[in-house]
């Protein structure tokens, strides 16, 4: 059986790092009045589809 107790913490910390540096990207574009550079549902897909992929 093999441990993956400390992978589960490298991918949480990760996941953590991502959501933060996107809630910054998200709040310096609303500060600057930046328009998304994709609509938001072709942007929801495409997060939908890297979270498949590193799952896989």
Not at 4 to 16: D, E
Not at 27 to 56: E, F, K, N, Q, V
Request: charged share 5%; no cysteine; glycine share 8%.
């Amino acid at each position: 059986m093999i441990d993956h107790s400390q992978n589960t913490g490298t991918h949480v910390t990760t996941y953590i790092h991502v959501l933060v540096a996107g809630t910054l990207i998200g709040a310096l574009y609303a500060l600057l009045h930046i328009r998304s550079p994709a609509p938001p549902p072709t942007a929801l897909a495409g997060l939908a589809a890297m979270l498949i992929g590193a799952t896989w």
